[in-house]
């Protein structure tokens, strides 16, 4: 064993055994084999700063541009130089806790006011500003809702994103929580089938709007079914659709959350994102993690603190909500300058943009006789589309032109994706690209 990790070997041997596996590559057995590094990595010796900056400089010529429709859980958006500008400033580089509030105002001051502005978007009452991710955020929210009602039976759509029903049924196995998933009916949650599985122990239903294939759902009525069961609505969103649909509170939803990723955070190859979490303030003690709140100090001056923990994550662990400490801050001052940014109207432009977009990518390739629609369904930045042809050579000709496509989901279908970063002229890229290849 290596002598920096602690455990023995009698450690490891007794931990796999309980887990169920008999090599420790197993555990990344969910991970494709083509894109693991099965060989030793060919670093180079060291170099003096000026060497190693050419030397990256070299790396980075060799990386193509590709434009990309795929969508699918994280998304292109518009990218502002003055984020990046703005968040290297040392008043926001304070603790990585700010348990302190002396040292801690320009932290605290940018967490309460993502927590404003996520109150403002969702129609909630209160937000938190600790969630990882969408996926997580959503877990949480389900914790939040057993606990309150005291019921363990959880119903979720079946057209959420698939991370988040898999990390969903990961946090609820060690807790007792039973899943009950809704199939989907025409790329949306059957609402007859959700509606026979209401009983005195569900707890909750959990749902998503734009949905994992980007369709708008319709919860008319939904909410007031549910609370006269004494059951909880949880509705996941995607923020940047908030500035033009209906958001969580004018649906009836208790629980608001998903990944905040849409609001200016770059891909980065997959990370890091943040999630957001409101709610009700009826709530508001099931809320993990960190709530901040504006107070004033001996002088009469305007002060941020946080606030509302309970004392039971200290003491009481059996009765505390999750303890999330690794605070998302820096996640949660790039949205909170992104919103300042592009302000209520900036927001609702956007979406409008995406939601142009997508449409008129979607008319385009439908105009080719080369995709037939599947559903008829209201949707926003993203849908999906069957192709006559084939997908694999198609997508094969889109690589060679720096294309990336939408996800074959199966069955000769996309999930194709055009945000408010795409032009014409990538939309007519692709189009050129579709016309030139025989289906």
Known sequence: MHKYFPQTSSDVSEMKEVIGIKQLDELFSDINPKVRINNKLNLPEAMSEEELRKHMDDLGKRNKQFSSFLGAGTYDSLQFSAISALTSRQEFLTSYTP???????????????????????????????????GTTATAEAMFMAVSYTKRNKVLISNTLDKNTIDVVKTYAKYRNIEIVLINDKDLSFDREKLLSLIDENTSCFISQTPNYYGVL???????????NNNSLFIINSDPSSLGLF?????????IACGNAQTLGIPKSFGGPTVGYLASTKALLRKMPGR????????????????????????????????NICSNQSLMALYITIYLSLVGKRGIKEIAQRAYNNAH???EKLLKTKKFIKVSNHPFFKE???????????????LLNNNILNGLNIGNNKLLLCATETKTVKEINDYLNVLEALNV
């Open 99 to 133: 348990y302190q509030p002396e040292i801690s105002q320009g932290t605290l001051q940018y967490i309460f006011e993502y927590q404003t502005m996520i109150c403002e978007l969702t129609g909630m009452d209160v937000s938190n500003a600790s969630m990882y991710d």
């Open 217 to 227: 759902e319709n919860y008319e009525g939904l909410s007031e079914i549910l609370h």
């Open 246 to 254: 209906k958001n969580q509170k004018e649906w009836g939803a208790d």
């Open 291 to 322: 709530i901040c709140g504006a107070t004033t100090d001996k002088d009469g001056k305007r002060g941020f603190v946080l606030t509302l923990q309970a004392r039971e994550q200290h003491i009481r662990r059996e009765k505390a909500t999750s």
């Open 360 to 362: 008129y990518f979607e």
């Open 383 to 397: 849908f999906v589309l069957e192709y006559l042809g084939d997908i694999d050579k198609l997508n094969q000709e």
